[in-house]
Structures are given as structure tokens and as C-alpha cells.
């Protein structure tokens, strides 16, 4: 039986957690940082310069 070494064994769960980890930031950015008003609306600019004033 063949024992793989410490650092292929960091360099496995690191690519395990890696995936996983990267969703669940990008996932909080999208929640938590300010993208713009306008980014995901889908109504015409002219409603929305309305409500603004």
C-alpha cells in the first residue's frame, strides 16, 4: 500500500474546497456588495428616472 505525502494530500483538499469556497463568495458578493440601481432592472430607464425625482 502507497501512502501519498502531506503536500499532495493540502494540494487534494485544497481543490476540494476550492470550488465550494468560490461559490459561497461569489454568492456573498452578489447579496452583500452594491452593484448600481440599474444593474438587474429590467424596466425602462424612463420609469425609473420618474420615481427619482
Do not use: C, Q, Y
Amino acid at each position: 500500500m502507497v501512502n501519498a505525502d502531506p503536500a499532495l494530500w493540502l494540494a487534494g483538499i485544497g481543490i476540494a474546497l476550492a470550488v465550494p469556497l468560490t461559490f459561497m463568495v461569489a454568492n456573498w458578493i452578489r447579496k452583500n456588495v452594491d452593484h448600481g440601481e440599474m444593474r438587474f432592472d429590467t424596466r425602462d430607464a424612463s420609469e425609473s428616472d420618474e420615481e427619482t425625482k
